[in-house]
């Protein structure tokens, strides 16, 4: 079920996308995404429509790239973490994602997230994110924040959904 969605036709510093009130697994699409900059998109829980910026969340990640080694990537107590890897500004709409997001609207446990994402590099090699962040705090949060951590983002569709 369709909880919200934005989508962005001119420049913008983020997208904000609420109205988790359940305990339900909910999921983030994201289309098309295009940036002013080489640049990651990165997310951070809500809580009361605001942006958890707190240094508690943790990922691991597997880098894949189609023309090249894979490679790890992991953080710990961070203020946010990374849907995808580097998204090219020279290559239009390239990026999507899929981001299930759990417990987040259970105060007596840690919310988590699971994020595949695809992207084209400049050379037309394929790249792709996998893994997952938690984020280590028991609070209720009732949406996602997402940011690119340079630049703005160009144009993209971000949609939340509530899974039943």
């Known amino acids: 079920v369709q909880v919200a969605t934005e989508t962005v036709t001119s420049p913008v510093a983020s997208v904000t996308l609420t109205g988790i009130d359940s305990d339900d697994v909910y999921m983030v699409a994201v289309n098309n995404l295009s940036t002013v900059s080489d640049a990651q998109l990165w997310a951070r829980f809500t809580v009361g429509g605001t942006a958890d910026t707190t240094s508690n969340y943790d990922e691991a990640q597997k880098y894949l790239i189609s023309n090249g080694s894979f490679s790890n990537v992991s953080d710990t107590n961070d203020s946010k973490f990374s849907i995808t890897a580097t998204v090219q500004n020279t290559v239009s709409g390239n990026a999507s994602a899929i ?22 590099a400049s050379t037309n090699n394929a790249r792709g994110y996998a893994g997952g962040a938690v984020h280590t705090v028991a609070q209720s949060c009732d949406g996602i924040f997402l940011y690119m951590n340079t630049g703005n983002i ?11």
Do not use: I, Q
Not at 100 to 119: D, I, K, M, P, Q
């Open 154 to 164: 160009t144009s993209g569709t971000f949609t939340l959904y509530k899974v039943l």
């Open 99 to 120: 981001c299930y997001l759990y417990n987040l609207n259970n105060s007596s446990e840690y919310s988590f997230a699971t994020v595949e994402s695809t992207f084209y």
